[in-house]
């Protein structure tokens, strides 16, 4: 059986509401040539890490924006993606990820957050049971390395200050650009790996075994992307 890898991320693709088989099965041995994540968010993702992990280093705790997620009393650097992963023998499938946030509590649990630079708005409904999914996967990946158990998973969204009034302080523009300001909105999140992983991978391990693409998904926007790129192309 041929060793499947996956992203906590990636899998979470699998739990949206509309998930597309073909789309699923391309991600899986390959890669759709138009998703590709806006390396800025990745770099806003970095620096949260950093001021988060550097307040804590110099003060003790998390800045008061964090303080809903509890009593925190020793901030984790979270591992790499090739050492932050599962294999489950069952499937051959392994789960990898990269927590943005993990702390250890008082209480002797484990605390993984996930950091989005967004506004959080009752429209982002329907990303939820990827982003729960994300979260779960780094759980179960978590609770499978030594930080077991997990008490808590939130997301946290960092949304740009954009208004008027916050543009025209003096303070944010410098000789070199300008500062932009954030503010945080947390949701908790259901730890509930050990009961929505395991399906999600004995999936994954279905849609990799299918012998050739599938056909393209009814209503996929996706798919309709990649038949127009295969129309322009040929």
């Known amino acids: 059986m041929k060793e499947v890898i996956i992203s906590a991320k990636n899998l979470g693709g699998f ?6 088989e073909r789309c699923l099965w391309i991600g ?3 890669k759709l040539p138009y998703q590709i994540f806006p390396g800025i968010f990745r770099s806003i993702d970095s620096y949260t890490k950093k001021v ?3 307040f804590f ?19 984790i650097d979270p591992p790499s993606y090739h050492r932050f992963g599962v294999l489950d023998r069952k499937t051959g499938v392994l789960l990898r990820g990269s927590a943005d946030g993990i702390f250890h509590m008082r209480d002797k649990t484990y605390t993984i957050v996930d950091y989005k630079t967004a506004k959080y708005t009752p429209g982002q409904e329907a990303l939820m049971p990827i982003y729960e999914t994300q979260l779960n996967a780094y759980a179960y990946i978590g609770e499978r390395n030594a ?12 949304e740009p200050v954009t208004d008027h009034e916050t543009a025209a302080k003096p303070k944010i523009v410098s000789a070199k650009g300008f500062s932009m300001e954030m503010t945080a909105t947390i949701v908790d999140v259901q730890n509930r790996a050990d009961k929505v992983i395991p399906p999600l991978l004995r999936n994954v391990r279905r849609v990799f075994d299918i012998p050739s693409c599938p056909p393209e998904g009814q209503g996929c926007k996706n798919c309709a992307a990649l038949a127009e790129l295969a129309r322009l192309v040929t």
Request: net charge negative; with cysteine.
């Open 147 to 158: 930080l077991s158990p997990v008490g808590h998973l939130a997301l946290v969204y960092m």
């Open 57 to 75: 280093r110099r003060t003790g705790t998390v800045p008061s924006w964090l303080q809903q997620l509890g009593d925190v009393e020793q901030y």
């Open 15 to 20: 739990a949206g509401p509309d998930a597309c």
């Open 52 to 54: 988060v992990h550097g």
């Open 28 to 30: 899986l041995h390959g």
